[in-house]
């Protein structure tokens, strides 16, 4: 099937190009990041996590959310998802993918990654998220691949692969839920130390992960003669309201304890990003566009009138995958180290180089989304005619 | 150490037998166990679990400076506020972010967060305390190193191999003391002297205070406890005669965020 991914449109091509260009020039610039050290970029002794861990957190979201087509195609019945769900597990191909580049970006010694396997450390939740991602790497290549040549060969898919797709239903919850406990059970970090975090990270992933299926869905139908279809996209504009409204739920329920707790390591962080904390507010108007932004989408999603337009929807989608972004990859991670243990504030954003590379990554993992999608498109194109 | 001088050759011997010499030969043994480049001398002192008492009535500015001084020297700990050479002078915020501490003095509101009233003795509201590694009896930084690279001893000393380290810095979100510190960029330049008892680092890891691990090898007291005036103890916890045993007996002493169930081992008297 890989021959596909060969012939294609000049605008096919173009974008191959732009995209394999911005991978390069994040590339060069992450040798420059291999000699000097990570200190090229905005991180410090203070906020020792930024821009490419929140990268990796948002994208596990992104690629656990396969699972919202999977589950209702094979644990449901509906057929109508039958026709999306390749498109759903390339995206989490391409997404986990990118969530180990970004892992291994962010190590100081990159050259020892294979430590974790040499020494395996069964206590530490990184190896356990290293086991999982990898896992469902794994999964979503064999499980998409297989159906697809079936497909083209208008054959029913075999038993295993069946299996396969269920053992990914559980899977999926579990890399987001790992990722979560990456966080969520480190003693001394208020805003991150939380049962609901991994609830969170899940409603958020569901909301954000279909928003960008819907958008791919419109983009696929636009340029290919595969039509994804009216009924797919409307059934993952239902999930994708319920679970933003949800996330907001989820997130109120946080603050209600915070400050209705009045415990005051847990507040900081809070105040740091929705007020500003010892006059530092840098963050302040993200935080607040991302939860207003968020809400409001959420509200308007659940107006039917909205939701049916395509083009009020792919705006809200847009809303909705930007405001995710923000909380997830602006606020999380710099919200939980500031302030500091010792409550001091040091701010992070991200350095220019950061920014290339980071830009570099989420290149590659489109140029492997492309890749992945024209050949899906290919062979739905091919069995139709 | 678990181990002791003739077994860790033998073991080492065994291993350049078997083809798996250099730093092969230290990665098949379990973290804990050995260290490259500690091994201990005769008349190394040796504890069941070692603790500090710091003094903070009896620790004036001048020498806790010292004695965190004394730290960063014998540890070859890069100064980047202060660069030995001024063509190395960084902007002070970048410099504040690649920053290592290993020692360094705080007050009481940023070292006992949230333990401050309104209203406290000006003395110790304006006094400056040492902070370090807390050597954790239960540390969380151990629990979340993937690569074990952070590891405890059996004497409760809070190791590093900086060997292993990957650099994946989750130790660093997991310590709630800040006492970790990362290499981001190559720290040599901004060694003022190289001091040559001690290793210097590459890029890329993860550094704290050991407790002198190495200096307790070779039969000395660390180099805070040396440099402070009598005003910090270190020895023995399960030694009922040990001094920092009279001290807990005889003074009241507090541990930063003890709630949080890390049981620090380093108390302070105020
Ligand atoms: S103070 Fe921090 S680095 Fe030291 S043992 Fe405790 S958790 Fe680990
Ligand atoms: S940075 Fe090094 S010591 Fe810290 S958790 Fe990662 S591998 Fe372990």
């Known amino acids: 099937m890989l021959e596909k991914a060969l012939v294609g449109t000049k605008r096919y091509y173009g974008l191959l190009a732009i995209l394999a260009g911005l991978f390069a020039l994040g590339f060069l610039f992450y040798l420059k990041q291999l000699n000097f050290g990570l200190g090229i970029t905005g991180l410090s002794r203070d906020v020792s996590w930024g821009f490419y861990v929140a990268q990796f957190t948002y994208l596990v979201g992104v690629a656990a959310s396969a699972v919202m087509v999977v589950l209702p195609y094979y644990l449901h019945n509906y057929k109508a998802f039958g026709r999306v769900t390749i498109l759903g597990e390339f995206l989490a191909v391409a997404a986990v993918t990118m969530c180990i580049t970004f892992i291994t970006v962010d190590l100081g010694r990159p050259d020892r990654i294979l430590n974790v396997l040499k020494y395996p450390t069964p206590g530490s939740v990184l190896f356990w998220d290293m086991i999982v991602l990898n896992g469902y790497l794994l999964l979503n290549i064999v499980i998409g691949w297989n159906v697809l040549e079936c497909e083209r060969h208008s054959v029913a898919p075999p038993k295993w692969i069946k299996v396969l797709s269920y053992v990914s239903i559980p899977w999926a919850v579990s890399i987001h839920t790992v990722t979560a406990f990456l966080y969520a059970g480190l003693p001394g970090r208020g805003y991150w130390l939380t049962a609901i975090m991994a609830p969170r990270f899940l409603s958020s992933a569901f909301a954000a992960g279909p928003s960008l299926l819907i958008l791919l869905c419109l983009l696929v139908r636009k340029y290919s003669k595969f039509d994804p279809g009216k009924e797919q996209i409307q059934t993952l504009a239902k999930i994708v309201t319920y679970a933003t409204l949800i996330n907001v739920f989820f997130f109120m329920c946080e603050v209600f304890t915070v400050f209705y707790s009045q415990l005051p390591d847990h507040m900081a962080h809070f105040q740091y990003l929705f007020v500003g904390l010892d006059g530092k507010t840098q963050l302040v108007p993200f935080m607040w566009f991302a939860l207003v932004g968020m809400t409001i989408a959420g509200l308007f999603l659940v107006n039917p009138k909205l939701r049916k337009n395509e083009t009020t929807l792919a705006a809200l989608c847009g809303l909705v995958i930007i405001t995710t972004y923000i909380d997830k990859g602006l606020g999380l991670i710099s919200g939980g180290f500031v302030p500091n243990p010792l409550e001091q504030v040091t701010e992070y954003w991200p350095t220019v180089p950061e920014a290339i590379i980071t830009l570099g990554v989420w290149a590659m993992g489109f140029l492997i989304l492309t890749v992945l999608y024209k050949i899906a498109v290919s062979i739905k194109e091919e069995v139709k005619s | ?270």
Not at chain 2, 9 to 20: D, E, K, P, Q, W
Not at chain 2, 45 to 66: G, P
Not at chain 2, 152 to 162: A, F, T, Y
């Open chain 2, 1 to 270: 150490m678990g181990i002791d001088r003739r077994e860790f050759i033998r073991i080492a011997g065994l291993s350049t037998l078997l083809g798996l010499g250099g730093t092969g030969a230290f990665e098949l043994l379990a973290p804990g166990r050995v260290e490259a480049e500690i091994i201990p001398a005769l008349g190394s002192l040796k504890a069941k679990r070692w603790v500090m008492v710091i003094n903070q009535k009896e620790l004036d500015d001048n020498t806790a400076q010292q004695c965190a001084a004394a730290c960063h020297r014998v540890h070859n700990v890069p100064d980047f506020l202060n660069p030995p050479d001024a063509k190395l002078k960084l902007n002070p915020a970048v410099a504040h972010r690649y920053q290592v501490k290993w020692l360094w003095t705080e007050h009481f509101h940023n070292a006992f967060p949230g333990d401050a009233p309104a209203h406290m003795a000006e003395k110790v509201e304006h006094m400056n305390f040492l902070v370090l590694c807390n050597h954790c009896q239960n540390p969380p930084c151990v629990r979340v190193c993937p690569t074990k690279a952070t590891f405890q001893r059996d004497d409760g000393i809070v190791m590093m191999d900086m060997h292993r380290c990957i650099g994946c810095r989750f130790c660093m979100a997991g310590c709630p003391y800040g006492s970790r510190s990362f290499n981001w960029r190559d720290p040599r330049p901004y060694v003022k002297e190289n001091y040559p008892g001690y290793p210097t680092r590459e890029i890329g890891v993860v550094e704290k205070c050991t407790f002198c691990a190495e200096r307790l090898a070779q039969g000395l007291q660390p180099a805070c406890v040396e440099t402070s005036r009598g005003a910090i103890v270190f020895g023995d916890l399960e030694d009922e005669k040990s001094e920092v045993r009279e001290y807990l007996r005889k003074y009241f002493t507090i541990r930063r965020k003890a709630h949080l169930g890390t049981n620090p081992q380093v108390y302070y008297i105020v």
